[in-house]
């Protein structure tokens, strides 16, 4: 398939529903139901149902999340580095810097856009990369905590809890537990199940897109060259090229993945940057003009950069 007939629909449904948010079409409530429907039903659906009817097993590669891992941890600690260089930022700040420049964003756009490459198949590498990211989000709160922005203390226990609580409360993992689970126990899904999952897993995708464009047309973003933006701009620097760079060199001349894994590390490196740093710059009132920023910028050239970049891995 050519690159543009996968793309252009997908990066059509982000400025759509940019355009719905900022004209008032599709409001906060409404895209707060939105994303509840793609994370509690819509995702968890597809997932399931691709993991019962794939072999995961199959896809089970350890250098390919050493890969992932790697190449999302150097990028962080650079991003952070050009942070304290650059732009003289703090301890907490440094945190999201890094976090901003490393974590992608899987769900929203990264599902879709491997399911319009590769079909249902490219959906399940994902899915581990996103599982596995869960429990890297620990490491930011204990970063955060440490750097004096948290909330009564750095607390092991609790932290430790709020980890399991994140893993065991989301619905995303917990399908493609089961979707592991029912599969390894050989059961198979009954041809009307089968069906239901699936239509209701169509529905994730394009609303997922949809959704992505709508929060950055919601969202109110603060653009100051003297601050925000440069920390943004970095962070998007960082991310869109730096991380994606890191991963191509990991997956292919160090650790000469296939061709599909390579260019699955690649793209999902690629991403623009996660939702979740805004979430966490907010919850922990670090950063928040910066990380909101960089999410706008880095999926607005990211329409531009990742086609690009598919002409050259696909």
């Known amino acids: 398939m050519p690159v543009g007939d996968a793309v252009i629909p997908l990066f059509s449904l982000i400025i759509l529903g940019f355009v719905a948010g900022k004209v008032g079409w599709i409001d906060g409530l409404g895209l707060k ?13 597809l997932l399931f ?37 650059l732009l003289r930022q703090d301890a907490p700040s440094l945190v999201i810097q890094g976090f901003g420049s490393s974590f992608p964003n899987s769900v929203l756009l990264g599902i879709p856009l491997m399911i319009a490459l590769y079909g249902e198949r490219g959906a399940l590498p994902v899915t581990m990369i996103f599982a596995f990211n869960v429990a890297l989000y620990s490491l930011v709160t204990v970063l955060l905590e440490v750097t004096g922005k948290g909330k009564g203390g750095l607390q092991p226990l609790a932290i430790a809890g709020t980890t399991l609580r994140a893993i065991t409360g989301n619905p995303l993992i917990l399908a493609a537990i089961f979707g592991v689970v029912v599969g390894a126990l050989g059961f198979s899904l009954a041809p009307v199940l089968d ?16 959704a992505l464009g709508a929060s950055l047309g919601v969202r109110e973003v603060a653009f100051d060259m003297r601050g925000p933006l440069g920390a943004a701009g970095l962070m998007t620097f960082t991310k869109l090229a730096v991380h994606p760079l890191l ?12 061709p599909f894994l390579a260019a699955t590390a690649v793209i999902m490196a690629a991403l623009p940057v996660g939702a979740n740093v805004y979430i966490f710059a907010q919850h922990y009132d670090v950063a928040v003009p910066e990380a909101s920023s960089a999410i706008l910028i880095s999926t607005g050239i990211s329409m531009i950069s990742i086609p690009v970049l598919l002409l050259f891995i696909i």
Do not use: E, Y
């Open 195 to 210: 069906k239901t999952l699936g239509f209701i897993g169509q529905a994730g995708p394009p609303t997922a897109l949809f």
């Open 33 to 45: 139901a939105l994303v509840a429907f793609i994370f509690n039903v819509a995702m968890p659906a």
């Open 49 to 85: 149902r691709l993991v019962v009817v794939s072999d995961v097993a199959g896809l089970v590669d350890l250098r390919f999340i050493l890969c992932h891992f790697s190449a999302l941890l150097a990028a962080a600690l650079i991003g952070a580095l050009l942070g304290r260089v």
């Open 247 to 258: 991963a191509w060199v990991l997956a292919v001349p160090v650790l000469g993945l296939d």
